[in-house]
């Protein structure tokens, strides 16, 4: 079956560092992939997302790539924020059945000024 | 996009009463919805699916009896916790198959 694996937390950055989640994968089929961002007592947020094969996604500074040779889909952001302070998760869905999907088991990140 | 409305966000009960949680599509005809479920500091698990008209189909380990779906239409899915007790204490959150990968905002259930 699916999975997705993330790098295990928590992750404590420094304002303006840089930042690097890993994720990889393992699937059946071809999936879109997926960074949601969740902030305290709150649901999920679709941070970005890819739909295919070294397809770039990007929004709010953050970006990943979908590397099919390597399964990857690695969240980057050149320069955090206190504000960036939350739990990351990377997860892949199909086209085929939109709103299912399956999840790592998230990052914490900690942004410290 | 679509919108989700998930109610109440939080709610805390007694040990042995039953919650009931609400899963609305606010633009858009669901005829399929996902519930997951979310324990502290882990991962969203995929509970069951969520079909208008007919049976949920529930993940292994799920109890069906526990926790009772209905998608009596299509812009509603409710989920009943039926006589809840403390290990029940999650975070549930749904969303809709074919809107894109929108969720709700989850709802916080405490059991005292």
């Known amino acids: 079956g699916d999975s997705v694996t993330q790098m295990e937390g928590p992750v404590t950055l420094s304002e303006e560092a840089f930042l690097t989640i890993n994720c990889t994968y393992t699937a059946t089929g071809y999936p879109s992939l997926f960074w949601y961002v969740q902030y305290p007592g709150e649901g999920l947020q679709l941070l970005l997302k890819?739909?295919?094969?070294?397809d770039k996604g990007s929004n709010k500074g953050f970006e990943a790539t979908y590397r099919k040779e390597t399964t990857s889909f690695h969240l980057e952001k050149g320069s955090v924020q206190v504000s960036d302070s939350a739990v990351y998760f990377c997860a892949l869905a199909y086209n085929t059945n939109a709103g299912k999907s399956t999840f790592g088991d998230g990052t914490t990140l900690t942004v410290k000024p | 996009g679509a919108v989700v409305s998930q109610h109440p966000s939080r709610v805390i009960c007694k040990s042995g009463t039953s919650v009931k949680i609400e899963c609305r599509s606010l633009d858009f005809q669901a005829t399929t919805m996902f519930w997951y479920r979310q324990f502290p500091k882990k991962s969203l698990m995929l509970m069951a699916t969520s079909n208008e008209g007919s049976k949920a189909t529930y993940e292994q380990g799920v109890e069906k009896d526990k926790f009772l779906i209905n998608h009596a239409s299509l812009t509603l899915s409710t989920l009943t916790v039926t006589s809840a007790h403390p290990e029940d204490s999650s975070f549930y959150i749904c969303s809709i198959k074919g809107v894109g990968y929108t969720f709700g905002s989850g709802t916080r259930l405490t059991v005292v």
């Open positions: 890819a739909t295919k094969a070294d």
